[in-house]
């Protein structure tokens, strides 16, 4: 069972929609939850860094975290074409002195005017 | 830029070349790392370094040979390659590796031919 689920797409939402992205994961293990964007031609940039259940939000951004269920949401409200990117889940767990990140497939979303 | 440059960005190189991917950090980051992406999968990490010190070495094909002479310069050396390692070679850091906040370059993409 691959350690970090995501769908990939595409996802095409007219301007103004609220856009739901969601990522599950295996490992118990996992401590620390990230969300990336990458526009095309780009590096990933960090969005979001979540470590413990619940929400956290940063302007028209929400990153929600449910450990039990092992599931994590990225909500984007009023949705902008400067939205559109490849959003990317990252975990990052450690065990034994070791620290690894582990990243889902991205999601591509396109904002249509 | 994000404060990662890597060079070149586009790279086209036959199976017998040798030639090297540049990374360039000036954030006083510890850790640097590259990763591999391909399209429908997820980053894959190849290496990791912190304080200059292999740490990681994630099952890559020795024909990927990685050096760090300081904590701000990552080299990816790349000779006998496959087509099957074409693909897009992203460098990161970040303040140790204890954080999950990393800082990606915009990446070189390379072709195999």
């Not at chain 2, 760090?68 to 970040?94: G, R, V």
């Amino acid at each position: 069972q691959k350690e970090v689920e995501q769908d990939p797409g595409p996802l095409s939402v007219p301007e103004g929609a609220i856009v739901s992205l969601n990522c599950t994961y295996s490992n118990s293990a996992f401590q620390y939850f990230m969300w990336y964007r990458q526009y095309s031609r780009k590096g990933p940039e960090l969005l979001m860094y979540t470590y413990s259940s619940g929400n956290k939000e940063d302007g028209r951004f929400t990153a929600q975290v449910d450990k039990s269920s092992k599931y994590i949401s990225l909500f984007i409200r009023d949705s902008q074409p400067s939205d559109s990117a490849t959003y990317l889940c990252a975990i990052l767990h450690s065990g034994a002195g070791s620290y690894q990140l582990t990243f889902g497939k991205g999601t591509k979303l396109s904002v249509i005017p | 830029e994000t404060g990662v440059t890597q060079t070149p960005r586009h790279l086209v190189m036959g199976m017998t070349n040798k030639k090297s991917l540049k990374c360039e950090q000036h954030l006083g980051h510890n850790a640097m790392y590259w990763y591999k992406q391909s399209a429908k999968k997820p980053l894959e990490l190849m290496f990791v370094y912190s304080l200059e010190e292999r740490v990681e070495n994630n099952s890559v094909p020795s024909r990927f040979s990685p050096e760090c002479p300081n904590s701000s310069h990552l080299f990816l050396h790349l000779h006998t390659l496959q087509p099957e390692d074409s693909a897009l070679y992203l460098c990161a850091s970040s303040q140790d590796r204890t954080s999950g906040g990393y800082t990606f370059g915009s990446g070189t993409r390379l072709t195999v031919v």
